[in-house]
């Protein structure tokens, strides 16, 4: 395994590193405490071929591959969580499952937009009463008699379903006694209604919102791959979408870091910098090594994907371990900070409040956990299989 970067992936990074610093660095702050979508910054990611990176060329992405794609997000979220999820969510949740399984009619339809970053995509799996045990759905598709679906039911916690670019949101729905499907729905079909912005902890400047489903109706042609394959489908989703989750818990965590790094130099007491106390060492240099362990769990994940071997349980560590990385090298920083760090001018308090949601979200610790069990051979009990 060559552990040093490509040419090609240098470049990405950098591509990526200098758009951040000087297009969202400069506005991030503002857009967070207005908790306003970062419109502008997602359409000069689009002009940057940055919203469709790991997708064939020939449906207007850049046919790059799973680690460049880490890379893109990791270095958004080295400056802002909330633009990294915006572009992770739409590639690995919304736009992948209609390239994984979509028809060639859906592919037409929906891919172009998509990859190009003209339109935003969702992905609708979670629900007021089935989170971690997704598979719970209570969303319901009857078909008709002219091969058309209904669809009833209410989602949660989606992000990018209402903004003015979105375009569509893929949704696991009950279309059996025993069967979970897949079906596209797009913006503006009548009986579906995405609700109003959650109020969040943190990540205010990315759309995060519930999704209402009334007896909308959506053509034969809105389901995804066969009926009855949602299951397997969303799960191989999650798995795929975790590697991207790692790669955004890495980029807070060294965003944290620089930010610490910065400030400990230039804060004096007792007529020094406090990077010159042995107790702001240790923190930075536990930083230091905490993420270089996360960056090769993430990398490696995204290594073996890119090569077709089996990765869920790499995926899982990774993301189970950059999420607490994230957690505690934002809690060290900010500790560092002391009390300039609790106040909302310092950028450190926004990247604190992100932190959380990376053990919560695409899969708990619980969860990631789980799934690195059984990958062990263990049950859920952790007894032997």
């Given at each position: 395994m060559d552990l040093d970067l490509s040419d090609e992936h240098v470049a990405i990074r950098e591509t990526v590193r200098d758009f951040a610093e000087?297009?969202?660095?400069?506005?991030?702050?503002?857009?967070?405490?207005?908790?306003?979508?970062?419109?502008?910054?997602?359409?000069?990611?689009?002009e940057l071929g940055l919203m469709g990176v790991p997708f064939p060329t020939e449906w207007g992405g850049a046919g790059a591959d799973t680690l460049a794609y880490a890379l893109v997000v990791e270095e958004l979220a080295r400056i802002d969580s909330s633009v990294a999820i915006t572009v992770a969510a739409h590639t690995s949740l919304g736009t992948a499952p209609i390239q994984l399984w979509g028809t060639d009619v859906q592919k037409e339809r929906w891919l172009p937009d998509l990859c190009s970053g003209r339109l935003l995509a969702a992905f609708g799996l979670t629900e007021p009463e089935a989170g971690s045990d997704a598979g719970a759905t209570r969303t319901r598709a009857v078909e008709q008699p002219d091969g058309a679906w209904v669809v009833d039911g209410e989602k949660m916690f989606i992000t990018n379903a209402g903004t003015p670019i979105s375009g569509c949101v893929t949704i696991t729905a009950r279309t059996g006694e025993d069967e979970i499907?897949?079906?596209?729905?797009?913006?503006?079909?009548?009986?579906?209604?995405?609700?109003?912005?959650?109020?969040?902890?943190?990540?205010?400047?990315?759309?995060?919102?519930?999704?209402?489903?009334?007896?909308?109706?959506?053509?034969?042609?809105?389901?995804?791959?066969?009926?009855?394959?949602?299951?397997?489908q969303f799960l191989q989703i999650l798995d795929g979408g975790r590697i991207s989750v790692a790669a955004l818990g890495l980029g807070l965590a060294q965003g944290a870091y620089?930010?610490?790094?910065?400030?400990a130099g230039e804060r004096r007491q007792f007529g020094r910098p406090i990077s010159r106390f042995q107790a702001t060492r240790f923190k930075l240099a536990d930083m230091a090594v905490e993420i270089a362990a996360g960056r090769h769990l993430t990398y490696h994940a995204a290594w073996l994907k890119d090569r077709g071997r089996p990765?869920?349980?790499?995926?899982?560590?990774?993301?189970?371990?950059?999420?607490?990385?994230?957690r505690r090298v934002a809690n060290e920083a900010l500790q560092i900070h002391g009390g300039y760090g609790y106040i909302e001018e310092f950028p450190i308090a926004r990247f604190y409040r992100d932190a959380k949601v990376l053990e919560i979200g695409e899969g708990t610790n619980e969860i990631q956990r789980l799934v690195i069990a059984r990958g062990l051979g263990l049950d859920a009990t952790g007894g032997d299989r």
């Open positions: 000087r297009e969202i660095a400069p506005v991030i702050g503002e857009l967070d405490r207005e908790k306003r979508f970062p419109l502008d910054i997602v359409r000069g990611l689009a499907s897949n079906l596209i729905v797009a913006n503006g079909t009548e009986g579906y209604t995405p609700g109003e912005p959650l109020r969040k902890l943190g990540w205010h400047a990315s759309d995060t919102r519930p999704l209402h489903f009334a007896a909308c109706r959506v053509g034969a042609d809105a389901l995804l791959g066969p009926r009855g394959a949602g299951y397997r620089e930010q610490a790094l910065r400030y990765y869920a349980q790499e995926a899982a560590m990774a993301k189970l371990y950059t999420g607490e990385l994230a």
